[in-house]
């Protein structure tokens, strides 16, 4: 039995997963996509992918059908809950989070024991495994490197922090005992700020205050943020997001210095975000009604991301500025999602 060399992607139903199908499937010379989640794929991508798998990373043997019937050249691990959602069930997010993770690590090394060298493992990691512990030292760090302030306060941060020192361990140490060298993974981590869609809303983020902001502009609602105006955090649109994904997933194992990287475009208060929503969408309502405990997890995250070991090891650059963000690709692919759709 042949088995078909693919790449597999998990939460490909999220919105990092819309948007890696549809680069990954324009590229040319693109191997097959195995598209892996708990939902349905939306219609619109299903033609996209080669095969479109409903499913839970937690159950091990349907991982062991697609370690039987696939080559797997490179795992996209995006499914996970995110870092609002965590928080009304940490053990459950922990299992998905972490668990989950580990299900697959485990399933990428024994395709690279199949293959007989190590499979490259692409893991998206967040801001949220920062932690700042107040005000005062967020706005005298400004931009923090990958190594300062790992202290998160959430479910979901502690789980990505740690699924970035897993990534390590089964790169560099998996099985460290064994009478021969075990091969491990090869693992890949972008840290990435809030994202923000032109066609999705993310679900259960804390970030969410955003894109939430922006989508009820352009259908005519109102909107209250959950957070104060003083509020600022980096973000990145969508396009840049999976940019830094597959940059990062070509570039030479070599050329790599270290495992995780962070990447950023540009950031805004809570209170210019809107601004430059009202300047697209002039009349938007938009009003500031903070939550204090999702405000102290956002008051957790660093106002920017130093991004220069991306730059240097693999070429790092966004192409989308704040300006770019809204004018060329936020408000004219919004506007017509919308219009698709009839969702007003
Ligand atoms: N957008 C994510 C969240 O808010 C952060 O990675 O949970």
Known sequence: MIRERVILITGANGEVGHGLIEALSAMPDQLPIVALDIKRLERPLRHLVKRTIIGDILNTELLESLDTEFEIDTIYHLAALLSTSSEFNPEGAHRVNVQGTINLLKLTVDQGVMRGAPVKFMY????????????????????????QYLNPVTMYGCNKL?????????????????????????????????????????????????PEMLHAAAQGKPYASFVRKDTTIPFMVMP????????????PR??????????????????EFAKMVQSSFPGAQITFDPSDARQSIVDSWPAGLD?????????????????????DYLAPTIVERYRETGEH
Request: aromatic share 12%.
């Open 124 to 147: 998206a990691s967040s801001i949220a495994s920062y932690g700042v512990p107040d005000l005062e030292t967020k706005e005298a760090a400004g931009s923090v490197t990958e190594d």
């Open 162 to 210: 740690y699924c970035e020192h897993l990534g390590r361990y089964y790169a560099e140490r998996y099985r460290q005992l064994a009478a021969s060298k075990a091969i491990g993974v090869d693992f890949r981590c972008v840290r990435f700020p809030g994202l923000i869609s032109a066609m999705t809303v993310p679900t259960g983020g804390t970030s969410d205050y955003a």
């Open 240 to 251: 840049d997001a999976i940019k830094a994904l597959i940059t990062l997933a070509q570039a």
């Open 254 to 271: 070599e050329k790599l210095s270290r495992y995780v990287y962070n990447v950023t475009s540009f950031s805004r208060s809570a209170e």
């Open 307 to 327: 991004d220069s070991a991306a730059r240097q090891d693999w070429a790092w650059s966004p192409d989308y500025d704040a300006d770019r963000a809204f004018h």
